[in-house]
């Protein structure tokens, strides 16, 4: 067992923590573009413990920032997206997409105050369907991450956004956890309903998976095997990709599933899920209806 310390660096992830400004450098999955419209309502957000607020402006660029004002701390999730920026509703002061104030109709023409006022804007970059931040310190944030589904066409990509009531860490763990299959999912799978030529037989049928943990580049393996057939050893491989993402091998509904455990704050996780049908869209017939 670990070090209850440890354990508490690992779901502490605020401003300043081990945890959070490890997380910081990594692009994070924020929201699905089809939740901001060119002038829209702004969209509050969580994450890694600071309180947000997304907006696509009128050219259709995202901003995420701070959800403060910098004048007096008014929330700018009540501000009006308006001829690109977003706009307090206390005294109008207007913020683009990259934090720059860029109207402040309160102070004098003449004066240049607003160019020295700036929000706390971070990184913001779009791909098939999805907006990601970069909440790190360096000047120029490194590559979105190359994961697989979050290269496919949007077309192909199902992605949902779900809140879960617990750390990052917990939820994460759940989901390479193999051995909770045969018991917690049996009101929905029994063994009587799984082909004899599924794989996903062994994993109802054998609760009491062997483990054999690889360390790799780019986060952990964990292979699981079961006693299969005579003779025969059932594995299934789940990998843990640095910080927060998950995959896992495909289930009986021809899916495959990658997924991000994205910390809000110590006590919630945003549960990201990018999945597509095992086959190209391109390589399966099309059916009627």
């Known amino acids: 067992m670990s070090k209850h310390k440890d354990s508490e660096d690992l779901v502490r992830v605020g401003p300043g923590t081990v945890m959070g400004e490890m997380m910081r450098q990594y692009w994070i999955p924020a929201a699905m573009s089809s939740e901001l419209k060119p002038d829209g309502a702004p969209m509050r957000l969580v994450l890694l413990g600071e309180r947000l607020i997304a907006f696509r402006d009128s050219s259709g660029r995202v901003g995420i920032m701070d959800h403060r004002c910098p004048h007096r701390c008014a929330s700018l999730f009540l501000g009006r997206n308006e001829e690109n920026g ?3 509703v206390y005294h109008g002061w207007k913020y683009d997409a990259a934090g720059n104030c860029v109207d ?5 023409p003449h004066q240049d105050f607003k ?3 700036r929000a706390k804007a971070y990184n913001v970059d ?5 907006i990601w931040v970069y909440m790190g310190a360096r000047k120029e944030a490194p590559p979105l991450p190359a994961i697989e589904a979050s290269l496919l066409p949007e077309a192909e990509l199902q992605i949902s956004f779900v809140q879960r009531e617990c750390n990052w860490l917990q939820a994460l763990e759940g989901d390479i956890d193999t051995s909770h299959f045969g018991f917690l999912h049996t009101g929905s799978v029994q063994p009587d309903d799984v082909p004899p030529a599924s794989l996903l037989r062994w994993t109802v049928t054998n609760r009491a998976p062997e483990y054999h943990v690889t360390d790799t580049n780019y986060g952990t393996m964990y ?6 057939e005579p003779g025969q050893t059932y594995w299934r ?5 640095f910080p927060f993402w998950t995959q896992t091998p495909q289930g009986p509904f021809d899916r495959v599933n990658t997924r991000a455990w994205v910390p809000m704050d110590d006590t919630h996780t945003m549960f990201v899920s990018l999945s597509w049908r095992g086959s190209p869209l391109s390589m399966r017939p099309l059916q009627n209806g």
């Open 115 to 117: 160019q020295k006022i």
């Open 223 to 228: 292979c699981a095997y079961r006693a299969a």
């Open 86 to 88: 977003l706009r307090c």
């Open 126 to 130: 779009e791909r098939n369907g999805l």
């Open 237 to 241: 491989f789940a990998n843990f990709l």
């Open 104 to 108: 402040m109709p309160n102070a004098p």
